[in-house]
């Protein structure tokens, strides 16, 4: 029976009028269900996508992430804008609208500040500017960077902005904290131990700097920022560990600016934030193929790891059990108005002490007990016994430096398919890695017989074997038996369907038997 092929859609043959039991098809198709591929490339990226979108059942959460992720700039400078709006149009908002623009609570002095709730105000605003600063960095600035430095793939493009936002911050705050800390350290320390005492001095300190005021609410609202943004991004092989850390640095940040605490939180953020300069540089230098170059500035990262969390950071835990209530900040009830130690017996009370300039900015007194020295050791400690499973990972690095295998961030998240995508877009059909025979260049559309019974629709029950099995080149799902004729000859049949009608060919023993109703 010859088969034409018209000039318009596909179509498939009627019955032919030879056979009797021709029942109706069991269901009607459209064109859509005949999956008409130019090339077995195309046909590949449409069976990926199709199997994407059935995974794909996102949450509720995660259509929210992601649209978080995609629009942090564009929320962020809404809110923004919403902000100073309402601050202009509402002379009754300004009150509360200043707090999140300026600094709360200053004093007669010039250049102190007090403490107080109005601070919380600025640090939720600190925490859109940094979103909104980051994103712009990232999309604007710092990704062009990375493709003019050749970097290929979107997931490094990626890394390589991630880590050098990272640097720059680091930097400018490294440096902030240490000059403050720096210049408010008294004349006569001469010792590692009349340092570590300094830290203590002068309980409670009623007033602040300016600088260090505004030093401290963006670093807390900085690392609050930190906890939203590995929420909104793909989560790496430390997250818990990471969130872990976040919760308890922001819980330190907050109790030591509560309980007037902040040279010694000071302290604590320069010795951390002298390691995360080391190391987003190591991992830009590698994400540029500078390998060498990366393994020697591990190494200093290395160094610098153990030199400042481990050994400086644990002077300052050291000093709080050794010097605290032993040769400085004797436990006690001191007054808010004039810092004298009023009474011997500080109590048992801890929340209410611990957060006293926010919860009760009024309280005349605040107290230092047992239960609040703790408190701050138990938090440190924890601190202490996360960084010590993260260099635990630092050494398995160090041991494939030795090895020459390079160093590499255990922590990061696998490369995906998705990930690989180059500028030209996903999906990339790869080059062929063997040369074109031909065999290759020969028209894919090969002879095959066909019957009367091959273009027929089957019956409910008497459907022969090779009517009932699946196409596996064509996303419709129809039997490949019913319209082998047409699909070959337009062009459908993918290279698998093709090499296997090949193989029939080629090595079948006897000519295949002929249906009776073949013309």
Not at 17 to 30: A, F, G, K
Not at 44 to 63: F, G, H, P
Not at 90 to 104: D, H, I, V
Not at 367 to 374: G, L, R
Request: hydrophobic share 40%.
């Amino acid at each position: 029976m010859a088969t034409h092929l018209e000039a318009g859609p596909p179509s498939l043959c009627p019955p032919s009028p030879s056979v009797s039991n021709t029942p109706p098809p069991q269901r009607e198709l459209n064109i859509e269900d005949v999956a008409v591929c130019a090339s077995p490339g195309e046909f590949v990226q449409a069976k990926r996508k199709n199997t994407l979108s059935s995974k794909d059942q996102e949450s509720i959460w995660s259509a929210l992430r992601k649209v978080a992720m995609e629009h942090q700039l564009g929320l962020s400078l809404n809110f923004m804008l919403l902000l100073a709006m309402s601050h202009v149009m509402f002379p009754s908002l300004r009150n509360m609208t200043s707090a999140c623009f300026t600094l709360s609570y200053p004093t007669e002095e010039s250049g102190q500040y007090g403490q107080g709730p109005r601070d919380m105000y600025l640090v939720g605003s600190c925490i859109v500017y940094f979103m909104a600063f980051r994103a712009f960095m990232l999309d604007y600035v710092l990704m062009p960077i990375a493709s003019y430095c050749g970097i290929g793939r979107r997931k490094g493009r990626v890394r390589f902005a991630e880590q050098a936002y990272m640097l720059i911050y680091y930097t400018i705050y490294w440096l902030w904290g240490l000059y403050l800390f720096v210049q408010d350290t008294p004349s006569h320390v001469n010792s590692t131990e009349s340092l570590l005492i300094s830290m203590w001095r002068d309980f409670p300190r009623l007033t602040m700097p300016l600088g260090i005021k505004l030093y401290y609410l963006t670093q807390f609202a900085f690392w609050i920022q930190q906890i939203v943004v590995i929420h909104l991004e793909e989560a790496r092989k430390d997250h818990y560990q990471m969130l872990t850390h976040h919760f308890v640095t922001c819980m330190l940040m907050l109790g030591s600016y509560g309980y007037r605490q902040w040279r010694v939180g000071n302290a604590i953020l320069v010795c951390m934030d002298s390691v995360d300069l080391a190391l987003p540089l190591a991992k830009i230098l590698r994400y540029l193929g500078l390998q060498t170059a990366c393994d020697c500035m591990f190494g200093v990262f290395v160094i610098t790891w153990i030199a400042a969390r481990h050994v400086a950071y644990m002077a300052i835990v050291w000093s709080i059990y050794a010097h605290v209530n032993v040769k400085t900040m004797p436990y006690g009830l001191y007054s808010t108005i004039t810092g004298e130690r009023l009474s011997t017996s500080g109590g048992q009370n801890l929340m209410d002490n611990l957060m006293q300039p926010l919860s009760r900015p009024d309280a005349k007194t605040i107290s230092f007990n047992a239960n609040i020295k703790t408190l701050f050791l138990s938090l440190l400690m924890a601190l202490q016994a996360i960084t010590i499973v993260w260099f635990v990972m630092i050494v398995r690095v160090v041991i494939r430096v030795i090895r020459g295998q390079g160093a590499d961030d255990t922590r990061s998240d696998g490369e995906d398919e998705e990930d690989e995508e180059l500028e030209n877009g996903p999906f990339q059909p790869s080059k062929p890695t063997v040369p074109i025979t031909a065999e290759a260049e020969k028209p894919r559309f090969i002879e095959v017989e066909t019957t009367s019974e091959e273009v027929t629709w089957p019956t409910r029950k008497g459907s022969t074997s090779n009517s009932r099995k699946k196409s596996k080149g064509i996303s419709s799902g129809l039997n490949l038996g019913e319209h082998k004729e047409i699909l070959n000859r337009i062009g459908c049949l993918s290279e698998e369907q093709l090499a296997r009608e090949r193989e029939k060919r080629t090595d079948s023993a006897s000519p295949r038997p002929q249906s009776a109703g073949k013309r």
